[in-house]
């Protein structure tokens, strides 16, 4: 089976960087691309806050895809809905022929998946982690998430923490 090649958004290149496993982002996929518009909000406009260098070297170094969205039509018609990064990473998805994003924001991904698209986020990478064998504290990690503001649903926190060490 080849390994999943996804088009990410913002939160999980911060919020992964924050709990120090941005460098699950590249065991876990063959592939990640980001939107100028991403990098932009990450690197440029986060300078100096969680994610923004992991972001730079990982386009430096290859590991992550630095990409032009080629159709701003596409983009535009989201934009009253989701804000240009989330925008830029389901059209891009689709430009790019790939079948899953990284998105963390409720109205994102349920546009993705009305345009067709797999969905996960910061959540997901962590679970594919602990499916992958690496070594996970789901409940120390949600925490300190939420710490950072990540929004989280009270039942879903509690199902994820049952039995999770």
């Known amino acids: 089976m080849r390994p999943l090649r996804v088009v990410t958004n913002a939160g999980p290149l911060i919020y992964l960087a924050i709990l120090g496993r941005f460098d699950l982002l590249r065991g876990l996929f063959g592939g990640i691309y980001l939107p100028r518009a991403v990098y932009h909000e990450v690197v440029i406009q986060g300078i100096g806050q969680p994610g923004a260098d992991e972001t730079r070297e990982g386009v430096s170094d290859g590991s992550l895809r630095l990409v032009d969205v080629q159709n701003r039509i596409a983009v535009d018609a989201l934009l009253g809905e989701l804000d240009l990064g989330e925008a830029e990473t389901i059209v891009l998805a689709r ?71």
Do not use: C, K, P
């Not at 990690?141 to 923490?161: E, K």
């Open 95 to 165: 430009e790019l022929n790939l079948g899953w994003v990284l998105l963390d924001d409720g109205a994102a991904r349920a546009r993705a998946r009305l345009m067709g698209l797999g969905v996960t986020g910061t959540i997901g990478v962590l679970l594919l982690a602990r499916r992958a064998g690496i070594e996970i504290d789901l409940q120390h990690d949600l925490g300190l998430l939420i710490a950072h503001n990540f929004r989280l649903a009270r039942d879903l926190y509690d199902m994820l923490t049952t039995g999770s060490r």
